[in-house]
T-cell receptor, first 113, second 114 residues
Framework: KNQVEQSPQSLIILEGKNCTLQ??????????LRWYKQDTGRGPVSLTI?????NTKSNGRYTATLDADTKQSSLHITASQLSDSASYIC????????????FGTGTSLTVIP | DAGVIQSPRHEVTEMGQEVTLRCKPI?????LFWYRQTMMRGLELLIY????????DSGMPEDRFSAKMPNASFSTLKIQPSEPRDSAVYFC????????????FGPGTRLTVL
């Protein structure tokens, strides 16, 4: 069964600290993996898109890694800021007909001063 | 470009009424997606279009839901009749292509069915 699981479900960190969010998936055949940031009351915003051949991709203080062998991805946030408080959603696409999308339930991150 | 535009931003209706949600994608984007988000189920893809043609509607929950894209700049998601369990935030997104390209989301429509 194609699934995407994210951990932790929620996380509280102090401003300036680093953190890592996890995404494990069983989706096959794999097409790409996306990380989105969703602020409260707003639509998701894409952070990174990674294909099978990409191990690491950065977007400012956000760095995503992908291990296609173990079917794991992580999103590392460096020097967190209060504005990083949001929900982070992992989405994995499969290359079936129609290109299926599988969504994680998200990690809720709260950065406190 | 103003980004993806959705209307209304909030909709409150009574069970049994028809609800129509509207979306204007980013100009030049060939793909349009409709999503639903709830606390219980998270984000779900309902349907997506390529060049105004529905490609995959396997996420549409039941026959009460229908979506159309009469032209490249407009799409609707209709629920008839609406039920309380349809209460959710509905997002529209668009992208240049399907696989490698970023999807740009609208601000969403918060639907409450009483």
């Amino acid at each position: 069964k194609n699934q995407v699981e994210q951990s932790p479900q929620s996380l509280i960190i102090l401003e300036g600290k680093n953190c890592t969010l996890q995404c494990n998936y069983t989706v096959s055949p794999f097409s790409n993996l996306r990380w989105y940031k969703q602020d409260t009351g707003r639509g998701p915003v894409s952070l990174t898109i990674m294909t099978f051949s990409e191990n690491t991709k950065s977007n400012g203080r956000y760095t995503a890694t992908l291990d296609a062998d173990t079917k794991q991805s992580s999103l590392h946030i460096t020097a967190s800021q209060l504005s990083d408080s949001a929900s982070y959603i992992c989405v994995v696409s499969a290359t079936n007909t129609g290109n299926q999308f599988y969504f994680g339930t998200g990690t809720s991150l709260t950065v406190i001063p | 470009d103003a980004g993806v535009i959705q209307s209304p931003r909030h909709e409150v209706t009574e069970m049994g009424q028809e609800v129509t949600l509207r979306c204007k994608p980013i100009s030049g984007h060939d793909y349009l997606f409709w999503y639903r988000q709830t606390m219980m189920r998270g984000l779900e893809l309902l349907i997506y279009f390529n060049n105004n043609v529905p490609i995959d509607d396997s996420g549409m929950p039941e026959d009460r839901f229908s979506a159309k894209m009469p032209n490249a700049s407009f799409s609707t998601l209709k629920i008839q009749p609406s039920e309380p369990r349809d209460s959710a935030v509905y997002f529209c997104a668009s992208s240049l292509a399907l696989r490698r390209n970023e999807q740009f989301f609208g601000p969403g429509t918060r639907l409450t069915v009483l």
